[in-house]
């Protein structure tokens, strides 16, 4: 016979419930933890916030000592803002253009045509991952110097696209591989062209992945601030890279503090579609795992 | 006949469509890094001179004090911060995995939540909260009367903070998703025979999630090792991390040479740690195939 080990009358309970203490105890790391995470994490986030709407803020003070949106007008009036914005929207449309027409077709073949090595080829995309990036960014930098591309646009989307591939060849690919064939053939039973099938049955199975795909490429271009320094200046200047300065000659502190919250727009767009990725494992199918 | 040329057409379509990614593949990853190995061991080609092998490049590194210093130090760090992320996430993935309770629903988008911050503005945010002056150190003027709040801001503290906020959520991503393939029934099993919940985890839980657990590992040092933004906002002047070494010896000395030198070092010292990632990714791909 088993011998429950928490017998009844030893269960405190909470609003009525009986809890187990080690449920007891488990949540009160929850509570820990929800604790520790919102001031290591919430708490530099609300603080770039406030600045952003400080139009004063005497030290010492909790909170800005008068608020305004003054600063937004002078950040927003900027020169090298007003030519930097453009410069990082027009360059990750244009990364994550190219990256979907070179990687779409290939993540479709890697899981629909099976042809020798096919594996194997697949895997050499880890190879992005398997070296530290930045080193890979130096190497790269030696060879654009040499090409006259240090400094030039196709330099700075060449190796922004470096960081695509992985994603963007890694999720369409397990997604075209969890299609459901029966369906197409049955498409195809009824007479349906081979391209109605693509377009009415292929693709909007796919979807989900390939959207998170695009906007996870074009995001983490939008963001990407190392290559794009170190093979872009002095004559490209993307709004992350402006970051840099900002921080290091610490001008104003609201500029700083508008700029983080105009680059963290995109991101929000994609913390409001995160459940479904993450729910998934679209996201970690981008990294091997 | 007709099929075999029907089987043909097929190879060759697949080969057509990925061969635009794997060209970017090979010019941009494997070319540059490839030539950088070759060169550093090269001398000095001069016309009518043939090259010849030398490790010249390598003892100028380690005669280098400071050189030295910054390896040693990259590497500390890389081990340091590695070691705490997995002190700070496993807990938080344990907990994830065993708690449905709406604590847990909280927490772990708390916990995904840098996955939505670029490196950039995390550096700016971090200055504003735990800098001199910051949120932080006011906070604690004004609410305690404690005015000895040292910052972590341009300290080794400082960088590895940063790190593991940034490296936190594809480490709770990646344990979670790993530990929920460990059914509940085993662990039970385990507990019902009496086993401690120590002994449970490190007997029961651990080897089920090798897997996961090597990749987070790789891709953890591999991240941290090759970083760049944080360490050269958030870091001190000296040591330097490999990155920040890099990027000024490339830019601001124009060593191209040097930063090639020290670009292959760092891919030497990561390469074992390359090969177990790849290792274990396509070891599970063989397993599946």
């Known amino acids: ?289 | 006949m007709a099929t075999r040329s029907r089987y043909l057409n097929t190879l060759f379509a697949g080969y057509a469509l990925i061969a635009p990614p794997l060209i970017i593949l090979v010019l941009l990853i494997f070319y540059p890094a490839g030539q950088a190995i070759v060169r550093t061991v090269m001398t000095d080609q001069e016309v009518g001179i043939t090259a010849g092998l030398t490790l010249d490049r390598y003892f100028n590194f380690f005669a280098d004090p400071i050189a030295r210093s910054n390896l040693w130090f990259t590497i500390w760090v890389t081990v340091v911060t590695t070691a705490l992320l997995f002190l700070v996430c496993f807990p938080l993935s344990l907990y994830l995995r065993f708690s449905n309770s709406r604590i847990a629903g909280i927490v772990q988008v708390l916990a995904l939540f840098p996955l939505f911050v670029p490196g950039v503005i995390l550096a700016f945010a971090l200055i504003r909260y735990l800098g001199p002056r910051g949120t932080v150190d006011t906070f604690l003027r004004i609410v305690f009367n404690y005015t000895g709040f040292v910052t972590p801001y341009l300290k080794p503290s400082g960088i590895i903070f940063a790190l593991v906020w940034d490296h936190i959520p594809f480490t709770v991503l990646v344990l979670t998703a790993g530990l929920r393939q460990v059914e509940d029934s085993v662990i039970e099993a385990a507990r019902d025979v009496g086993a401690s919940g120590l002994r449970v985890f490190f007997q029961i839980v651990l080897p089920l999630i090798q897997r996961p657990l090597l990749i987070v590992f790789c891709l953890n040092m591999i991240g941290i090792f090759g970083s760049f933004t944080i360490p050269y906002l958030l870091g001190p002047a000296a040591p330097q991390m490999m990155g920040v070494y890099m990027q000024q010896t490339f830019t601001d000395y124009l060593d191209r040479s040097g930063a090639e030198t020290q670009a292959v070092l760092s891919f030497l010292i990561c390469s074992v740690i390359g090969a177990l990632y790849v290792r274990t990714v396509t070891r599970r791909r063989g397993e599946r195939a």
Do not use: H
């Open chain 1, 1 to 289: 016979m088993k011998i429950d080990p928490t017998p009844a009358y030893r269960q405190p309970t909470i609003f009525g419930y009986r809890i187990s203490t080690r449920t007891l105890r488990r949540e009160a790391f929850g509570i820990f933890a929800l604790v520790a995470l919102t001031l290591i994490i919430i708490g530099p986030m609300m603080t770039v916030f406030l600045w952003a709407f400080a139009e004063r803020w005497r030290q010492p003070a909790l909170l800005p000592t008068e608020w305004g949106l003054s600063y937004w007008y002078e950040t927003l009036a900027r020169n090298d803002i007003t030519s930097a914005m453009p410069m990082s929207l027009g360059l990750a449309l244009t990364v994550t253009a190219l990256s979907a027409i070179i990687c779409l077709p290939a993540a479709y073949a890697f899981a629909r045509i099976n042809f020798p090595g096919r594996q194997g080829l697949l895997l050499s995309f880890l190879a992005v991952n398997a070296f530290p990036r930045f080193g890979l960014y130096v190497t790269i930098a030696v060879v654009f110097f040499r090409l006259g591309l240090v400094g030039t646009l196709p330099g700075v989307i060449l190796i922004q696209l470096v960081n695509t591939l992985l994603t963007m060849i890694w999720i369409p690919t397990s997604a075209f591989q969890n299609i459901d064939r029966a369906l197409e053939e049955a498409a195809l039973d009824v007479g349906a062209g081979r391209l109605r099938v693509f377009f009415q049955i292929t693709l909007p199975q796919v979807f989900p992945a390939l959207a998170a795909a695009l906007l996870l490429t074009f995001v983490s271009t939008f963001y990407e601030a190392q290559g794009a320094l170190i093979i872009g200046i002095p004559g490209i200047r993307t709004m992350a890279v402006l970051m840099y300065s900002y921080i290091n000659n610490q001008i104003v502190v609201q500029y700083g503090a508008v700029i983080s919250l105009m680059l963290w727009l995109p991101s929000l767009v994609l913390l409001s579609f995160a459940q479904k990725f993450l729910r998934g494992n679209t996201v970690s199918s981008g990294f091997g795992v």
